[in-house]
């Protein structure tokens, strides 16, 4: 398979499905064994690359987590010929020094998103799930995002962990220092179930997040409204369609090392 064949799957919230980004695009529902709705997908080119956008159902700015198909996402990527998946994802903060609109690179996820019961003030400890990346950034394709978001003016930072939760909401303070005795310095909804599902099938994942401050108590700070997440989930949508534009074009998977499935 030729470098310029190989499709390239790309996932994210509200806004990653718009046609305006590719040339020569088409519409595609793909049935999955995972469930409704179908997975919609728009395929084209950014430039000479073969590129599938696919945006996460219930991410339209409202709260609908149970809409969410995850798995059905990253099977429908692969039933239609991707062989690596670039994600991006909103994420709070727990660090001091992220600020909304900054990029992370994701390290690994606490899964508790199962395991959850009413209240967070039990023992938890001896549940709590850790799951690595399906595919940790190689050092070039880090290289190549890192490049682009200086381009661009976006600040990134080191790889970061994220404990992921059943939806998006406020967090209390005593979860946020949960979290972090736990090792996590991000929260956001699940997108645990892609990874699984993509170390499953072997195929290639990586995966961004930019911060948005929300679901984040800091020390004597009160919590954002949710008008103050959608302004700023809407500037993070605009910036991530850029940094995957500018990225895309410019990925060679054959002088990375998570070449996925690729052979």
């Known amino acids: 398979m030729s470098e310029k064949n190989i499709k390239i799957g790309v996932i994210g919230g509200s806004g990653l499905d718009d046609p305006k980004l590719l040339t020569d695009f088409e519409e595609l529902e793909v049935d999955t064994n995972f469930g409704k709705p179908s997975s919609k997908l728009i395929s084209g080119k950014i430039g000479d690359r073969q590129v599938v956008f696919i945006a996460r159902h219930g991410q339209g700015h409202t709260i609908s987590p149970t809409k969410v198909p995850f798995r059905a996402n990253i099977q429908a990527l692969k039933d239609v010929g991707c062989s690596h998946i670039l994600a991006a994802t909103a994420c709070g903060s727990l660090r001091e ?22 209240t967070f003030f039990e023992d938890f400890k001896d549940k709590v799930v850790h799951t690595p990346m399906a595919e940790p950034f190689c050092h070039n394709l880090r290289q190549i995002f890192i490049e682009a978001a200086k381009n661009l003016s976006l600040s990134f930072h080191e790889k970061g962990t994220m404990v992921t939760i059943e939806g998006p909401r406020f967090s209390t303070k005593a979860e946020s220092h949960m979290f972090r005795s736990w090792g996590a310095d991000l929260i956001n909804m699940s997108t645990v179930p892609e990874v699984s599902l993509a170390r499953e099938i072997g195929i290639c994942y990586s995966s961004v997040a930019m911060s948005t401050d929300y ?22 949508s605009e910036n991530v369609k850029k940094l995957f534009l500018e990225v895309i074009p410019k990925i060679n998977f054959y002088d990375c090392s998570c070449k996925g499935t690729l052979g």
């Open 215 to 236: 679901d984040c108590w800091k020390e004597d700070e009160e919590p954002v409204t949710w008008e103050q997440i959608k302004k700023i989930m809407d500037q993070n």
């Open 97 to 118: 020094e992220l600020k909304p609109g900054d990029i992370i690179f994701l390290d690994q996820f606490i899964d508790n998103t199962k395991l959850r019961t009413i």
